[in-house]
């Protein structure tokens, strides 16, 4: 007999919501991990992108919650604040039935509406670990207090979230949790690292169960519908090469989407392209959380063709349509590589993507290659004729233009000015520590 969610366990109303929303049979991880979950289980899933990890969380926590509804019952933590969102929809669209309510605790959003939201008690927070934390520390207990008393914590991304950029935020919020004897952990990621397979060996609480792992096998990590390509260029070419391939006769209507490894690249490519006169958005974290969302939304209704990304939408994100991936800029993490790739060749249909190697990037295409098992083939549509005929000029121009525009707004003041102050902080507090050291008395010799 064919699983189906009840017979998982899942609660009959969410069931009913779920075949509303098309969702009928269980995929693998949530085959594998909502059970455990209902048990009592603490959780480490491990699945590829697109393989329903929101779902394999929150159906398990619903049922519970439904069962029992006090408080805020669940906190889910993930890395970016377009994953927040989209996991936030996921709940509110599995809950409409019940009044389910959801808080979205992110950063780019009016602190004080979120203030007031928080000491509503929703049900589910959605969090970013930074905005959570600044209001740890700043909003009260009458805001934060019902966070000591969740049910459920939920890292999804957790090979992200246990990075060291992450750390200090993610302490502050995890501090403020009930212990972990007292609540369930779950974690979910595309990549199981071995920060996240350590946190199985923890002790657990007399008569807990050890945490459930389920973790994706490796050799499906890449999609078998995805064409791996290269092309080896110059470092100072590649815009003309990114040019030339988004406008090629075959290219000219696919959807795609261009990573790179910093904001600025994004946004000057995006520039330089709509000056070209291709339809591109960008993704990035120096954008307005009102412009990412927009971006986005233009991306999904094909009002945009192509999107510019840092690897904030690397993960996660429910871009379903996404014919072609450009790696402009190379990642240093092979695993981003696979992410970044897994926005395309989804569910069965074919994909492509194009890695823009340079005289830099050799020993990082060698890791990537080893991670993967297979080996890239040449990308054959591109000549070097025709970029020096047909892109060179218009590329270089467009983005001389675009860079001219970017220094007179002055993009990236904000961010310089915040690393600047951050710089000049720790300074004071290393002066300030010197000169207390300084100050203390010599202990007394004891000859």
């Known amino acids: 007999m064919s699983k189906s969610f009840t017979n998982l366990g899942v609660s ?103 203030t007031i939201e928080l000491q509503r008690r929703p049900h589910i927070v959605i969090a970013t670990p930074g905005r959570l934390a600044d209001h740890i520390k700043s909003s009260g207990e009458e805001t934060v207090g019902g966070l000591r008393r969740v049910k459920f914590l939920v890292l999804d991304e957790a090979d992200r979230l246990l990075s060291e950029s992450f750390a200090s935020d993610l302490s502050e919020c995890i501090n403020i949790l009930p212990n972990p004897q007292d609540r369930q952990t779950l974690l979910f990621t595309a990549t199981v690292t071995d920060a996240v397979r350590a946190l199985k060996d923890r002790p657990v609480k007399e008569g807990k169960k050890a945490p459930f792992v389920h973790e994706v096998p490796a050799d499906i990590a890449i999609p078998t519908t995805l064409s791996q390509t290269y092309i080896f260029i110059p470092s100072y070419v590649r815009e003309a090469y990114l040019y030339a391939l988004l406008t090629l006769e075959e290219n000219a209507k696919k959807s795609a989407i261009v990573f790179v490894n910093r904001t600025r690249t994004a946004e000057t490519l995006r520039r330089m ?63 981003d590589y696979v992410h970044r790739v897994g926005r395309t060749a989804r569910a069965g249909r074919a994909g492509e993507s194009v890695s823009f190697v340079t005289e830099r990037d050799v020993t990082r295409i060698q890791n990537i290659e080893e991670r993967v098992n ?23 121009e467009a983005k001389r233009e675009a860079t001219m525009a970017m220094e007179k707004e002055g993009f990236g003041e904000k961010r310089r000015i915040q690393k600047s102050k951050a710089a000049s902080g720790m300074a004071l507090n290393n002066t300030k520590k010197l000169i207390a050291k300084g100050n203390k008395k010599p202990k007394k010799s004891s000859a």
Not at 59 to 84: H, N, Q
């Open 12 to 114: 009959k109303w969410l069931n009913e919501s779920l075949s509303q929303m098309a969702i009928t049979t269980p995929s693998a991880i949530q085959t594998a991990c909502i059970p455990a979950v209902l048990e009592g289980r603490d959780c480490i899933g491990g699945a590829k992108t697109g393989s329903g990890k929101t779902i394999a969380f929150a159906a398990p926590i619903l049922t519970k919650w439904s069962e029992d509804p006090s408080g805020i019952y669940g906190l889910v933590l993930t890395p970016t604040r377009e994953l927040a969102l989209q996991i936030a929809e996921q709940f509110a669209a599995l809950g409409a039935n019940m009044n389910l309510k959801t808080c979205v605790v992110v950063g780019g959003v009016d602190m004080v509406q979120q």
């Open 374 to 396: 297979s080996k890239m083939t040449k990308y054959e549509g591109l000549s070097e004729n025709k970029i020096i005929k047909d892109s060179l000029q218009d590329a270089s």
């Open 273 to 335: 392209l709509q000056i070209l006169g291709v339809k591109a958005t960008s993704l990035h974290s120096e954008m307005p959380q009102s412009e990412r969302m927009n971006a986005l939304g233009r991306f999904r209704a094909e009002a945009a063709r192509v999107m510019i990304a840092t690897d904030v939408a690397g993960r996660g994100l429910d871009i379903p349509l996404v014919e072609m991936v450009v790696n402009f800029d190379i990642p240093a993490d092979a695993d």
